[in-house]
T-cell receptor
Framework: AQTVTQSQPEMSVQEAETVTLSCTYD???????LFWYKQPPSRQMILVIR??????QNATENRFSVNFQKAAKSFSLKISDSQLGDTAMYFC???????????????FGGGTRLMVKP | DAGITQSPRHKVTETGTPVTLRCHQT?????MYWYRQDPGHGLRLIHY???????DKGEVSDGYSVSRSKTEDFLLTLESATSSQTSVYFC????????????FGPGTRLTVL
C-alpha cells in the first residue's frame, strides 16, 4: 500500500513571491505517477501538474514546477510569482503505473492550505 | 472540463435514513470512483467501478454500497446514514490507459444530523 504525507497543513505567501509545498510518499512500486491537485474555495479539484517517475526531468506548467527526488521519495511543488487566485488547498497524489481493476486509483495526502496575501 | 455532474450538490439528512448520491458522466470513461474528503485526510477512496456492474471496495467502504447499471451512472448509497458519514463526496472518472488523468466532479456536501 502507498502512503502520501504532506507535512505542512497551512502556509502563506505574499503576492508575487515564491512558495514551495512539500510532499513525501512511500511505495514499493518502481513505476508510478505523482500529481498535484488544487482545490479552490469552489471545491472543484483541478489538476495542476503531473510527473512520471521514470522521467528524470522535473515537470513544469507555467508558474508551477516540481522538484522530484525519486530516491528520497519527495515531490515538492513550487509556485512562482504567487497570485491571489492561487489561494487554495493543494493535494499531492500518487498512482501506480500498473493498470488493474482499480484503474487509475489515486492515493492522496492530507493537503496543504495555501493563503496568498496581497 | 470533463463532463461529470453530481446530484444533489448539498444534502442534509437525519441519522438512520437512507441516502443515494448520483454521479453522471458524458465521457464514456470506463473507470468511476467515489471518494470522501475530510479535514486532514485528503480524499479517500470509498468504492470504484471498472465497468458496468463491476465494482469493488476501496479504503473506507464500510457503511456504503454502490451500483453501476449504465456506463454513465455510478450511484453511492448510504443504507443508514450516521454522523460519521458527514463529509464532502467526490465522484471521479478516468479512461482505461494507465496514463489517463483522473477528473473530478464538483462534489456533494452531505450533512448527517
Amino acid at each position: 500500500a502507498q502512503t502520501v504525507t504532506q507535512s505542512q497543513p497551512e502556509m502563506s505567501v505574499q503576492e508575487a513571491e515564491t512558495v514551495t509545498l512539500s510532499c513525501t510518499y512511500d511505495t514499493s512500486e518502481s513505476n508510478y505517477y505523482l500529481f498535484w491537485y488544487k482545490q479552490p474555495p469552489s471545491r472543484q479539484m483541478i489538476l495542476v501538474i503531473r510527473q512520471e517517475a521514470y522521467k528524470q526531468q522535473n515537470a513544469t506548467e507555467n508558474r508551477f514546477s516540481v522538484n522530484f527526488q525519486k530516491a528520497a521519495k519527495s515531490f515538492s511543488l513550487k509556485i512562482s510569482d504567487s497570485q491571489l487566485g492561487d489561494t487554495a488547498m493543494y493535494f499531492c497524489a500518487f498512482k501506480p503505473t500498473i493498470l488493474n481493476n482499480a484503474g487509475n486509483m489515486l492515493t492522496f495526502g492530507g493537503g496543504t492550505r495555501l493563503m496568498v496575501k496581497p | 472540463d470533463a463532463g461529470i455532474t453530481q446530484s444533489p450538490r448539498h444534502k442534509v439528512t437525519e441519522t438512520g435514513t437512507p441516502v443515494t448520491l448520483r454521479c453522471h458522466q458524458t465521457e464514456n470513461h470506463r473507470y468511476m470512483y467515489w471518494y470522501r474528503q475530510d479535514p486532514g485526510h485528503g480524499l479517500r477512496l470509498i468504492h470504484y467501478s471498472y465497468g458496468v456492474k463491476d465494482t469493488d471496495k476501496g479504503e473506507v467502504s464500510d457503511g456504503y454500497s454502490v451500483s453501476r447499471s449504465k456506463t454513465e451512472d455510478f450511484l453511492l448509497t448510504l443504507e443508514s446514514a450516521t454522523s460519521s458519514q458527514t463529509s464532502v463526496y467526490f465522484c471521479a472518472i478516468s479512461g482505461r490507459a494507465a496514463t489517463d488523468t483522473q477528473y473530478f466532479g464538483p462534489g456533494t456536501r452531505l450533512t448527517v444530523l
